[in-house]
């Protein structure tokens, strides 16, 4: 894939960029070490004191660079903003909490007494130079959730950004810069997914997190294997949303639609599959499906648009692929299946709507990356509970319900890494974020996310000698 701005609502390509050569990256890589022997020995508060200037940098830098996102991967303007906001959001919150997070633990001298200590602490030290493999669907939010813990945390980052955003990746690597950061702290490598496997067997690199695909992830995470090193993978997802008999049905069709199609549909964590109680089921379907209806697809430039283009005419394939493989097979559109006829360039779909879904069907399995939904009928708790889990993914997963016996049987069977009940799976900076089965391993924010990239160091003292001899 070529390292280029495409404006995914035109198809012009309106800047390209060479991918760095071997002395370079080299360079990088020298600068990065020699930024973690000093980073690694800072303090928090001057740590805190960066990423704060960073953030308050960005939420300057709010509209230009919501701009930049719009161009180079079509999302809405409006959630472009919104993404920027949420970041330095993030970022305040990690300079804030970070040295809590991470402060020495001291367990019990009794104990610990049997050990022959006299007393011993936990540390979280850095660990190093850590790569990021990131994804262009939110080229900010994937870079920050990972970049304001790591940094915090005493480690150095160099991020292998995805190649259709790379304007984006630029401007982080300008933007820690700015702050303050001495060099070699946050450097973006423009670098196309081929050069990845050189850059995470240098020994200098200590660690991998990478979100993104399946495929991606496996072979990341394999190379990594091989070198004994520690990664941290948050793939894809096809996460249910559940709507039982007791919902209220009005707000869980509206709040369904944002699910869906939140980021173009282009999201990890969208709601992909709905499952239906059969009671609710045509009541929530004629809501779901106007409110899918309604929305307004066009120009992401635009405040007043709810749906851009896909980003890339490779991802619209797809999804079309998929939807034509269900209708092929008996599933009935509601809404879409199609390309909207107003436009004449971009890579826009219409928000969609199928049920009648089978197992048979490619979508039951598959990511549907793209404003497309799949909407199941239940006849009671044990079916919505067996169909949610009925994927590869584990991500997240919602559950709209006032029965507290079936909050406790969802918090309990679902297999995924978060629960949302009567709303829509968001992340948070004090909330852990990641999956289970394919959807990956690890954990990003909150306590759970930046002592991933920590050696958790155990401290041992043995017994004092007397003083008095
Ligand atoms: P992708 O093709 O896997 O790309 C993600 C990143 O991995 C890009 O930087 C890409 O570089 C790089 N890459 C691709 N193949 C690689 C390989 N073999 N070795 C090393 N690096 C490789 O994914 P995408 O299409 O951009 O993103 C969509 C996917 O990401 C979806 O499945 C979505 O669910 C998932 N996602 C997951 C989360 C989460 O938190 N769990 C969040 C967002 C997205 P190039 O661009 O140069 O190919």
Same mark, same amino acid.
């Given at each position: 894939?070529?390292?280029?701005?495409?404006?995914?609502?035109?198809?012009?390509?309106?800047?390209?960029?060479?991918?760095?050569?071997?002395?370079?990256?080299?360079?990088?890589?020298?600068?990065?070490?020699?930024?973690?022997?000093?980073?690694?020995?800072?303090?928090?508060?001057?740590?805190?004191?960066?990423?704060?200037?960073?953030?308050?940098?960005?939420?300057?830098?709010?509209?230009?660079?919501?701009?930049?996102?719009?161009?180079?991967?079509?999302?809405?303007?409006?959630?472009?903003?919104?993404?920027?906001?949420?970041? /330095?959001? +993030?970022?305040?919150?990690?300079?804030?909490? !970070?040295? *809590?997070?991470? =402060?020495?633990?001291?367990?019990?001298? $009794?104990?610990?007494?049997?050990?022959?200590?006299?007393?011993?602490?936990?540390?979280?030290?850095?660990?190093?130079?850590?790569?990021?493999?990131?994804?262009?669907?939110?080229?900010?939010?994937?870079?920050?959730?990972?970049?304001?813990?790591?940094?915090?945390?005493?480690?150095?980052?160099?991020?292998?950004?995805?190649?259709?955003?790379?304007?984006?990746?630029?401007?982080?690597?300008?933007?820690?810069?700015?702050?303050?950061?001495?060099?070699?702290?946050?450097?973006?490598?423009?670098?196309?997914?081929?050069?990845?496997?050189?850059?995470?067997?240098?020994?200098?690199? /200590?660690? +991998?997190?990478?979100?993104?695909?399946?495929? !991606?992830? *496996?072979?990341? =995470?394999?190379?990594?294997?091989?070198? $004994?090193?520690?990664?941290?993978?948050?793939?894809?997802?096809?996460?249910?949303f559940v709507v039982m008999?007791?919902a209220d049905i009005e707000r869980a069709a509206q709040t369904a639609?944002?699910?869906?199609?939140?980021?173009?549909?282009?999201?990890?964590?969208?709601?992909?599959?709905f499952?239906v109680?059969?009671?609710v089921?045509?009541?929530f379907?004629?809501r779901f499906?106007?409110?899918?209806?309604?929305?307004?697809?066009?120009?992401?430039?635009?405040?007043?648009?709810?749906?851009?283009?896909?980003?890339?005419?490779?991802?619209?394939?797809?999804?079309?692929?998929?939807?034509?493989? +269900?209708?092929?097979?008996?599933?009935?559109?509601?809404?879409?299946?199609?390309?909207?006829?107003?436009?004449?360039?971009?890579?826009?779909?219409?928000?969609?709507?199928?049920?009648?879904?089978?197992?048979?069907?490619?979508?039951?399995?598959?990511?549907?990356?793209?404003?497309?939904?799949?909407?199941?009928?239940?006849?009671?708790?044990?079916?919505?509970?067996?169909?949610?889990?009925?994927?590869?993914?584990?991500?997240?997963?919602n559950?709209w319900t006032?029965?507290?016996?079936?909050?406790?049987?969802?918090?309990?069977?679902?297999?995924?890494?978060?629960?949302?009940?009567n709303?829509?799976?968001?992340?948070?900076?004090?909330?852990?974020?990641?999956?289970?089965?394919?959807?990956?391993?690890?954990?990003?924010?909150?306590?759970?996310?930046?002592?991933?990239?920590?050696?958790?160091?155990?401290?041992?003292?043995?017994?004092?000698?007397?003083?008095?001899?």
């Open positions: 894939m070529p390292i280029a701005t495409v404006n995914p609502a035109t198809g012009e390509t309106l800047r390209t960029f060479d991918a760095l050569g071997p002395d370079e990256i080299e360079r990088r890589l020298a600068l990065a070490v020699t930024a973690f022997q000093k980073h690694r020995t800072t303090e928090f508060g001057e740590r805190a004191e960066l990423l704060d200037r960073a953030a308050s940098l960005l939420e300057e830098d709010q509209h230009s660079i919501a701009r930049t996102m719009t161009t180079e991967m079509g999302k809405p303007i409006t959630a472009a903003r919104a993404e920027a906001a949420k970041c /330095a959001k +993030a970022m305040h919150w990690y300079a804030a909490h !970070a040295e *809590r997070l991470l =402060a020495d633990e001291n367990p019990s001298t $009794v104990d610990v007494r049997d050990s022959g200590a006299s007393r011993a602490s936990v540390h979280y030290r850095p660990l190093g130079v850590v790569l990021a493999v990131m994804p262009w669907n939110f080229p900010l939010w994937q870079v920050v959730r990972f970049a304001a813990p790591a940094l915090m945390a005493g480690n150095v980052g160099l991020l292998k950004h995805a190649s259709n955003v790379p304007q984006t990746a630029l401007y982080l690597e300008e933007l820690f810069r700015r702050a303050g950061y001495p060099e070699g702290c946050f450097q973006t490598l423009l670098i196309g997914s081929g050069a990845v496997e050189g850059v995470l067997r240098d020994r200098r690199v /200590a660690a +991998a997190t990478l979100t993104g695909s399946e495929p !991606a992830g *496996r072979s990341v =995470a394999a190379i990594a294997g091989d070198e $004994v090193k520690k990664t941290v993978l948050e793939l894809g997802g096809s996460d249910p008999s007791s639609v944002t699910a869906r199609v939140q980021n173009n549909g282009q999201s990890c964590i969208a709601a992909k599959r499952i109680h059969a009671d089921y045509e009541d379907c004629e499906t106007a409110g899918m209806r309604k929305l307004t697809v066009g120009d992401p430039m635009q405040d007043s648009t709810d749906i851009g283009p896909l980003s890339t005419a490779q991802g619209r394939a797809d999804l079309e692929e998929l939807v034509d493989d +269900a209708l092929r097979l008996g599933a009935t559109a509601r809404c879409g299946a199609q390309r909207p006829e107003k436009f004449d360039q971009g890579w826009y779909y219409e928000p969609t709507v199928l049920v009648d879904v089978k197992p048979e069907m490619r979508i039951h399995h598959e990511e549907a990356f793209g404003p497309v939904a799949t909407v199941y009928r239940v006849a009671d708790v044990d079916e919505a509970v067996s169909l949610a889990n009925d994927t590869p993914f584990g991500l997240s997963s559950v006032r029965d507290d016996a079936e909050v406790s049987r969802f918090t309990r069977d679902l297999e995924a890494g978060g629960v949302f009940f709303g829509m799976t968001a992340s948070h900076p004090a909330l852990p974020f990641g999956g289970v089965k394919r959807s990956g391993y690890g954990r990003e924010l909150s306590g759970h996310g930046i002592r991933e990239f920590c050696n958790i160091t155990t401290v041992w003292h043995g017994a004092e000698p007397s003083a008095s001899r």
